[in-house]
């Protein structure tokens, strides 16, 4: 059974830093994407950034250059690294594991995810 726990979440002003950790358990996919996805009140689910079995890395436009996601293979855990935050970044931030890669950020492929953590950026 898949098992994602999001932390990290919280509150800051704009121009600050949060860094969101996934800790992933129980999946054996040779080939897989994992990725951070956020939804804001009103507003459809949206992949922010995700990565592939073969560390292939990709950025939604809205945080390229602000956010890094990184792996620790040791600690099978993934996490997303926000720096420079906006207000327009203020979500409830999924993490989400698939098997198979390819298409790593679209929303529709995912049927494991965590519970979600807030963050909220105050201008």
């Known amino acids: 059974q898949v098992q994602l726990v999001e932390s990290g979440g919280g509150s800051v002003q704009a121009g600050g830093s949060l860094r969101l950790s996934c800790a992933a358990s129980g999946f054996t996919w040779s080939r897989y994407c994992m990725g951070w996805f956020r939804q804001a009140p009103g507003k459809e689910r949206e992949g922010v950034a995700s990565?592939?079995?073969?560390?292939?890395?990709d950025y939604a436009d809205s945080v390229k250059g602000r956010f890094t996601i990184t792996k620790d293979n040791a600690k099978n855990t993934l996490d997303l690294q926000m720096n420079n935050l906006k207000p327009e970044d203020t979500a409830m931030y999924y993490c989400a594991v698939k098997p198979r890669s390819g298409l790593c950020r679209r929303v529709s492929l995912y049927d494991n995810w965590g519970q979600g953590t807030q963050v909220t950026v105050s201008s």
């Open positions: 990565m592939d079995s073969f560390r292939n890395i």
